[in-house]
């Protein structure tokens, strides 16, 4: 199969892709100030450029796979505090990664990975929270099929790269 960008796909292609064999990744970094030379999105951009070699490793790596990149939210907790950066609070960063995963969960998706670029401590702690909430909420609506092995959202990110290995499809 291939890559997809979600915002150019219509819903008939979105809802064709095999539930089983698709991953969804999320891209969830801030724009913040890293210094006067560095663009306020370098997290994102880093994110996204994960995410990117991310999708094209397991594409490469599992024939028949699909992968889904969701555009980049640019959200983050515990940033600088400077012109530039837009701050936005911890609860807000988990709230709306537990939206983003529990919508797409709901429409079948089994496997969510949450791409990272930003190394806030807060901000880390809200996208592990909100894995932890998706994965509960698929498993008390889980399918038949469902297993105990199949998590709703893991957290993939450049900061901890090793975190996502067991995770893997």
Known sequence: M???????????????????????VLTVSPLEEHGPHLPV???????????EALA???????????????????????????VGTIRVRQRLVRD????????????GFRYIFVANGHGGPGHLVAL??????????????RSANWSSSERGLAVVSRMRPSAWASNTP
């Open 2 to 24: 291939s890559v997809h960008l979600l915002e150019e796909m219509s819903s008939p292609a979105l809802d064709a892709l095999p539930r089983e064999r698709t991953v969804i």
């Open 41 to 51: 999105g370098v997290d994102a951009f880093t994110a996204r450029h994960f995410s």
């Open 56 to 82: 094209a490793e397991l594409v490469r790596n599992r024939p028949g796979w699909a992968v889904v990149l969701a555009p980049t939210l640019h959200l983050g907790s515990f940033t600088f505090d400077s």
């Open 96 to 107: 709306v990664v537990v939206d983003y995963g529990d919508s797409l969960a709901r429409a």
């Open 128 to 141: 592990e929270e909100a894995s932890a909430i998706v994965s509960r909420m698929r498993w008390r609506t």
